[in-house]
């Protein structure tokens, strides 16, 4: 069986095209000799044109044949590419390179010009600082948490309903639903007072800012993630009122003179008795308006005094001890004080609303 | 819950208005979160009779409808075709206010004037039938009387109550009827119970077993006969409806009315479909299953994900002992009341509440009485839920009978605690004395049982009461109700101290010290996502092993972050796209690693805390992205050296490395070094150009500056050498200044080589270096580095001599580094 050139000796031209290629060594040469090679100029584009003059029983296998060469020189043009632009690269970082070293800093020429903490730090930092001068220290605890600092500690034991009052994410590690993004600061209580009992270091006065999860929707009000701070006091004879005047002269303090604080019975399983403290609507202060529901006051957070199940999970003597716990959100505090209409700008991060910070 | 103002009058005399109730509701924790009205009357709406039906020339969705509201015709335009001449509906005549505050005034419509409205049931507020307009009945000669008055529509007041998880006993119209006489010292009127009247025993035609006592503490069936399904009355439907239910047929709405207002779950059984007239309660056996009334094919008694759950569900079966529903949860169809039934079996019960919680997350079935069981039903309730049922059932049923001596089977129920409240209990808990007859008051209201001893108050509570606990937990959960129910309002407040002083924490001084410094040299603080997508994570922490959340709200918010970086570069891109970028912006933050890698953090786990977990490490960043036009890596080297000069870090090199990574540039990133400890604090430069391109595509290529700090390294005293406490006076004689050029090979470090001149004379304060060159005239590989020296002593000023030897030594220290003076 005899064909017409180029197919009969179609591999050794395509070793030919494929050396070239291997020879190129520059990116700029690259471009140029891609259109010699498979562009409408091309030996390949030649040689499809002349399977025309085969016959049918030749031209099938030959246009397969010419099907693979385009194939492997296409695929090593790119190969030849990706290697140029690599060394490319490296040239253009190695010419790059700066010793950091070598740098000497008072010849630094850099623009002077005041950035903004974010609002949440701000924030936070207003709130401990007002605690601190009422005599509490200030104390963090871990975002991710066994079952036993985030519920059952916590007086919430597996399959409790109450659990139920927190949308739980699960990190994948240990058993199914055994380790959790905590849901709120309070597995921080349980750590202090841990702490407490292993050191014989009680009494506790501390507050715990920091970052929760809860698996719900963002919207206006919440956000998947956000910021609580606990307060905890565990000492001989604090009481539901000493815990009723600490919220009542943080809400002072913090909002202002005119700002005041009220209980009203809630259920946290971590604590009994329980409230839900409210203080007045910081938006009409006091008078009624839609943010409060016409009722003049505004749900911020839950107290109690530490219920007797979580001293004795963590081992502390209940006859000699007593305390209260209270905790709110961060971000709910800056979105009052600041009259924020929409949670999430908090984590937009768009300058123009940090620039309202300092 | 929502409970009409109505229900709770039939159970305590309330004059108060529905605002008044809210106030003493919500005080009582029994939140109110809504108060709806209803039956309100409709001003302006009346009887009317259709007398004529007139298509309208050019529309054919409305017709001219000429009624009678008996004073005379009146033409109205209406756009339903439900109805006929002489039928009767209602109509809102012009300057009637309907529901969603529509006024209806008189309008022109293709050129016909429309004197009013014709109203559906919906448009009424009435129902939420839509479906042309309302029809009455039987109304023949009450034409242009007020539409309240001839439906006999009574106005009433819904309160939607939120009740508390320890509040089994208030899930009822008559559990809020009781806080509220109790509070507000009035009578609790009982409900109107049915008495037996059948001679012949239960337990001649039927039967009732606990297999086991631990998940059923008590069975009871009622056996009822002469039952004829049907509507129920009238107002057993309205009370559903006022309270979000609907009404299916006499059977099933009294036992859900029962539920609503006693808080007793029932189940009613077709008798006839129950083989053996029997119910038994059992645990359920693995590989079982059982379609319940939802259509769905539950698997029954297999382990759960829950921590410590392991599959036991409680199952009611027949004589045969064929499953016929989830106790306590939902019944199967096999056994439901039909439009035929005549005899029912009724069960009401006490099922364990954990057992139930569990079933029902397992099977992700909620429904009204699996939330009551869950929390816990009065195990003594069940006969006069039953005798109740009874009772409304026989209005609409009257040849009904009930069985003598229903069958009552007991298991293990959790004994009602006693609890010794003793003499200044209260005042310790509360911080405020209550007197002693108030407190018996308020807690026999609540159906506590009270026995004074000598100093102490003996409580014991009632059945209803299963949130009460023993001991000093019970003390508590007594002490809660009294304070709950004399009003937490009314109790002192009292501003406590103690000797311990405030103090921030190390951790916050050294952040709140960080963010300041950065903050001035120009930060705008962000805060970004900690959860991120696997491809986020990648761009960083390629190969490492990923801490993943099973149970993402997206996708793309399933991995907790290794890095701050791509949060803070996304950031700052965002701000570029709204051209806003011309900034620096980071993030002080935690990152996660796997335990399994690195600094894993073990802590207490399991059941009851018994064991041992390693957890993802958790280490505090702050990563900073200089975004400036003219910001680069020497940007971020200045900020680090303003940064570690006001967290008093005293010798920190910055050095070079091609192989750092966390998305630093190849060529222009440096580690931060301590010389002593050899401990790295973080790294400074550029951010990798891919990084930038992969988070922000279509970005112009820019150096952006990077400085990326481990705080918990900072915060180590161990890892990191920190300024001396003790501060030295400077000498009062004067210093010598000295600058060496030194041509120093690429390889010594400025740092290191400024170190070695440091100490090599006893005389030397200080070296500074103040330029750095490289020039084509000087050896290959080397560079010309020059610093001022500053020589001094505390007791002299220096001789000549002196400062010759000191240069000599400095010089000799600078050779021994292979420098050599230029």
């Keep these: 069986m005899t064909t017409t050139p180029p197919f009969d000796d179609l591999a050794a031209r395509a070793r030919e095209l494929l050396a070239l290629i291997e020879a190129t060594d520059s990116l700029d040469e690259l471009r140029q000799s891609e259109s010699a090679l498979v562009g409408k100029r091309s030996p390949l584009a030649a040689w499809q044109k002349s399977l025309g003059s085969l016959d049918a029983a030749q031209r099938a296998a030959a246009g397969a044949r010419l099907q693979e060469v385009r194939r492997q020189v296409e695929t090593a043009l790119a190969e030849r590419r990706d290697v140029l632009e690599r060394q490319a690269r490296e040239e253009r970082a190695a010419q790059d390179r700066l010793d950091l070293g070598d740098v ?72 199914p639903e055994t380790v959790v993004l905590r849901t709120h600061t309070s597995p ?68 202002g003179p005119d700002i005041t604080s009220r209980l009203r019975p809630a259920y946290f399983p971590f604590t009994e008795p329980s409230a839900e403290f409210e203080i007045t609507c910081t938006i009409c202060r006091g008078a009624g308006c839609r943010t409060c529901s016409s009722t003049g006051w505004i749900e911020l957070g839950g107290c109690g005094m530490v219920d007797p199940a979580v001293f004795e999970a963590v081992g502390i003597d209940v006859e000699r001890w007593q305390g209260f716990a209270f905790g709110f959100g961060i971000d709910r505090c800056a979105q009052m004080r600041f009259g924020i209409a929409d949670m999430r700008a908090l984590v937009e991060n768009d300058v123009r609303f940090l620039e309202q910070f300092s | 819950m929502r409970v009409a103002l109505s229900w709770l009058r039939e159970f305590v005399d309330l004059p108060e208005s529905a605002d ?42 409305i017709r001219l409808v000429v009624v009678d509201a008996g004073n005379g015709p009146l033409e109205i335009v209406c756009g339903a075709t439900n109805f006929d001449v002489g039928d009767h509906v209602p109509l809102a005549r012009v300057g009637a206010v309907l529901p969603g505050d529509v006024v209806i005034a008189r309008r022109q419509m293709r050129g016909v004037t429309s004197n009013g409205m014709l109203c559906s049931s919906r448009e009424l507020g009435l129902s939420d039938e839509h479906e042309g307009l309302m029809l009455l009945q039987g109304v023949e000669n009450r034409l242009g009387e007020p539409l309240h008055e001839v439906l006999g529509i009574a106005s009433d007041v819904i309160f939607d109550i939120s009740i508390e998880g320890n509040r089994p006993d208030a899930w009822s119209v008559v559990g809020v009827a009781r806080d509220l006489a109790t509070r507000l010292n009035r009578t609790l009127r009982p409900a109107r119970l049915a008495t037996i009247q059948s001679s012949l025993p239960t337990a001649t035609v039927a039967a009732a077993g606990i297999d086991d006592p631990h998940l059923c503490g008590r069975l009871t069936v009622s056996v009822v006969r002469g039952v004829s399904v049907g509507p129920s009355p009238a107002w057993v439907a309205q009370r559903l409806e006022s309270a979000g239910l609907r009404p299916i047929s006499n059977v099933v709405d009294a036992s859900n009315l029962v ?18 007239r029997t119910l038994r309660a059992r645990r359920a056996r693995p590989d079982e299953q059982l379609v319940t009334l939802d259509g769905v094919t539950r698997q ?44 029912i079996l009724l069960e009401a019960a006490y099922f364990d509440p954990m057992t139930i919680a569990r079933s029902s997350k397992r099977h992700g079935l909620r429904t009204e009485a699996s939330v009551r069981f869950e929390r816990g039903v009065d195990p003594e309730l069940a006969p006069r839920a039953v005798a109740r049922i009874v009772s409304i059932l026989s209005e609409s049923c009257p040849n009904l009978e009930w069985l003598a001596d229903p069958l009552d089977v007991r298991g293990i129920v959790p004994a009602p605690p006693t609890v010794e409240l003793r003499g200044g209990d209260i005042e310790r808990i509360l911080g405020a004395s209550l007197d002693r007859d108030e407190v018996t008051r308020l807690l026999e209201g609540l159906g506590f049982s009270v026995t004074a001893g000598s100093t102490s108050l003996f409580v014991i509570a009632p059945s209803a009461r299963l949130d009460v606990r023993h001991g000093a937990a019970g003390r508590a959960d007594v002490v809660e109700e009294i304070a709950r129910l004399h009003g937490y309002r009314r109790l002192a407040r009292r501003s406590p101290s103690w000797a311990e002083p405030g103090a921030l924490s190390e951790r916050t001084r050294l952040r709140r010290r960080v963010r300041d410094v950065a903050v001035d040299l120009g930060l705008y603080e962000v805060w970004t996502p900690t959860l991120v997508s ?125 192989d750092l990574e966390g998305g630093v540039h190849a060529t222009r990133g440096a580690q931060l070094v301590d010389r002593e400890t050899g401990a790295v604090l973080g790294q400074v430069g550029e951010v990798e150009v891919d990084l930038v391109t992969a988070v922000a595509p279509g970005m112009r290529e820019r150096r952006l500056g990077l400085l990326d700090v481990d705080l918990d390294a900072v915060a180590d005293s161990l890892r990191v050498r920190r300024r001396d406490t003790v501060a030295v006076v400077p ?36 070296v500074q270096v103040f330029d750095v060159f490289r020039s084509v005239s000087l050896p290959v590989g080397t560079r010309s580095v020059a610093y001022t020296i500053r020589l001094g002593s505390s007791d002299h000023t220096l001789s000549d001599e002196e400062i010759r030897a000191a240069r000599e030594s400095l010089l000799a220290s600078a050779v021994s580094m292979g420098a050599t003076l230029r």
């Design chain 1, 104 to 175: 000497v800093v008072r010849s630094v020429r850099t623009p002077l010009r005041a950035g903004h903490p974010g609002l949440v730090a701000v924030t936070q930092r207003e709130l401990e600082d007002v605690f601190v001068a009422m005599g509490f220290t200030v104390a963090e605890g871990p975002e991710v948490e066994t079952d036993w600092y985030n519920f059952e500690a916590l007086n919430i034991p597996p399959a409790h309903p109450a659990r139920g009052m927190w949308d739980t994410f699960y990190v994948g590690l240990g058993e």
């Design chain 1, 188 to 255: 921080t209580q349980v750590h202090l007072m841990e702490d407490a009992v292993a050191h014989g270091t009680l009494p506790i006065h501390a507050v715990a800012p920091g970052r929760c999860y809860r698996r719900d929707t963002p919207d206006s009000r919440h956000l998947a993630v956000f910021h609580q701070i606990e307060g905890l006091v565990v000492d001989r004879d604090v009481t539901f009122a000493d815990m009723a005047g600490v919220i009542e002269t943080f809400t002072r303090a913090y909002f």
């Design chain 2, 20 to 61: 008044e109730l809210r106030e003493i509701l919500d005080d009582l924790g029994l939140v109110v979160e809504a108060i709806e009205r209803v039956g309100e009357p409709l001003e302006e709406v009346v009887v009317a009779r259709v007398d004529e039906i007139r298509s309208i020339p050019g529309a054919d969705r």
């Design chain 2, 259 to 276: 539920m609503l207002e006693l808080g007793q779950p029932t189940h009613p059984y077709d008798a006839s479909r129950v083989a053996g």
């Design chain 2, 300 to 343: 029954l008694a297999r382990a759960g994900r829950g921590l410590g759950d392991t599959g036991v569900d409680c199952v009611i079966v027949d004589g045969e002992d064929t499953v016929l529903g989830l106790a306590g949860i939902m019944g199967g169809a096999s056994s439901e009341i039909t439009a035929d039934t005549t005899e």
């Design chain 2, 534 to 658: 696997d491809e986020e994570f990648d761009l960083v922490a390629r190969g490492e092993q990923r801490v993943r959340v099973t149970n993402p709200l997206a996708s793309g918010e399933s991995t907790l972050r290794a890095t701050l970086l791509t949060g803070v570069v996304r950031a700052w891109a965002r701000n570029v796209e709204r051209g806003l970028g011309d900034v620096v912006v980071g993030e002080i933050g935690t990152v996660f690693t796997h335990p399994a890698t690195r600094g894993g953090r073990t802590t207490r786990g399991g059941v009851a805390g018994a064991t041992t977990l390693t957890l993802p490490g958790e280490h505090e960043r702050l990563t900073v992205v200089l975004g400036r036009p003219e910001d680069d890596a020497t940007t971020a080297v200045a900020w680090w050296s303003v940064l570690a000069e006001r967290l008093g870090l005293t010798d920190i090199v910055v050095r070079s490395r091609d």
């Design chain 2, 731 to 766: 000498s009062r004689f004067p210093s010598a200044l000295l600058d060496l050029a030194l041509v120093t090979p690429q390889s010594v470090h400025v740092q290191d080589l400024a170190a070695a001149l440091r100490t090599s004379s006893p005389l030397v304060e200080s």
